[in-house]
């Protein structure tokens, strides 16, 4: 990593996106992922990895083929890692290939670390954020977040703060999970969150449409690279997109129990779209959130006509891509960002898979046909946990603003 510029210098450094990397049902690279998205393919299937006979639930989107990630290290550390790791390490290699990053001891100091994960098994001790640190040599600040699905997102907007601040030059952020596995299919089932279309499991999860029954577990990791614009053009980066704006918000519900809501959604919306200095025009694609949770997808939605108005399906689109993917907590937020990455490079809008029947109350344009053609400039990612919403809004290159 050539550096001109010191972890000292000025606040509000412009950041931008360098390097993604991926690991999920659908592939282990960004335009693998692309690929199946683009051929309407689904990573959902009957779970393999655990008995499920005395689960209502028997589904999930699962990664087949871990032997072949482990192929990229000494097979020793590759074999001490437990599943949440491997799925970390090889999504944040990965990210550390595309960014095409060669820092030394001297600048590790530089480089920042935040990433987010909510599920593993009960017994395992990983912390994805020093799991990666420790493989990358990083010495600069590791952060370890947990907010629910929103997690992930907002990990990358801390570390574009990080960056901001001049607190580093470069930072790994994203989600890692490994919800398939006992302890979390119960607890889903008891609140009755999961779909249970075990008979068609690539149609189980349908986020937005009428006939939605609940959400899909899926394992994974999505992290990308994060690095001042200055550093990134002094050293000849590839610049995949440039994080603008970011923003998350908490509801703390009534009578002391937090609870999501849609005024909260929409104030986490708003605050990114003014932080990058975009009018609400200039916004071609929000990618939603959108869990194929019966309740959540509506109050998503609500919030994001509250900022966009009534006319929201007619200016922009609005596609969910957890019927290809399932739910990866998370590490689906950054997903989002990876995906949107390559469809703004492709000039492509994602589809909603399994968006068969529209709900009347979702009044937007998820794009429920094949992927289409269409240029797309500047987008939101909106990411739902809980209590919590968060958003980023990054756009490409060819319409980065010079200040």
Not at 73 to 94: C, H, M, P, R
Not at 116 to 135: D, F, I, K, V
Request: with cysteine; glycine share 8%.
């Amino acid at each position: 990593m050539t550096n001109s510029v010191s972890a000292e210098g000025s606040l509000n450094r412009r950041v931008v996106i360098t390097g993604c990397g991926v690991v999920c049902s659908l592939g282990q690279s960004s335009s693998a992922v692309w690929e199946a998205i683009e051929n309407n393919l689904s990573g959902v299937k009957l779970i393999s990895q655990l008995n499920t006979s005395k689960y209502k639930t028997k589904i999930a989107a699962e990664i087949d083929n871990l032997d072949f990630l482990g192929k990229r290290f000494k097979q020793e550390y590759w074999n001490s890692l437990d599943k949440i790791a491997q799925f970390t390490v090889s999504a944040g290699l990965s990210a550390f290939e595309d960014a095409s990053l060669n820092f030394t001891p001297e600048n590790a100091s530089e480089v920042a670390v935040v990433l987010a994960s909510q599920w593993q098994e009960h017994n395992s001790q990983s912390q994805p954020a020093e799991t990666l640190a420790g493989l990358l040599g990083i010495t600069g600040k590791v952060l370890q977040l947990n907010a629910h699905s929103a997690g992930g997102v907002i990990a990358i907007s801390e570390a574009a703060e990080m960056i901001r601040r001049g607190d580093a030059l470069v930072a790994f952020a994203g989600g890692a999970e490994d919800p398939i596995n006992s302890s979390t299919l119960s607890f889903y089932e008891n609140n009755t969150d999961l779909s249970v279309n075990n008979e068609a499991p690539t149609e189980a999860s349908r986020p937005l449409d009428l006939n939605r029954d609940g959400f899909v577990l899926a394992e994974g990791a999505a992290i990308i690279v994060l690095e001042d614009l200055e550093v990134a053009q002094t050293r000849g980066a590839n610049i995949l997109a440039e994080l603008e704006g970011s923003s998350y918000s908490f509801s703390p519900g009534v009578s002391g129990i937090p609870k999501l809501s849609v005024s909260q959604i929409a104030r986490s919306i708003q605050a990114a779209v003014e932080k990058s200095g975009r009018i609400r025009s200039e916004i071609d694609v929000v990618y939603m959130h959108a869990s194929g949770s019966p309740e959540e997808d509506i109050l998503e939605a609500k919030g994001i006509q509250s900022v966009f108005g009534a006319a929201t399906r007619h200016h922009m689109y609005t596609p969910a891509l957890k019927g290809h993917t399932g739910n990866m907590f998370s590490a689906s937020g950054p997903l989002g960002v990876i995906v949107l990455t390559e469809a703004m490079k492709r000039g492509k809008i994602p589809s909603t898979l399994n968006l068969v029947d529209e709900d009347p109350a979702i009044d937007l344009d998820a794009n429920k046909s094949l992927v289409k053609d269409d240029i797309i400039s500047v987008c939101i990612v909106n990411a739902i946990g809980g209590p919590h919403n968060a958003t980023l809004v990054i756009s490409h290159p060819r319409v980065m603003r010079n200040y």
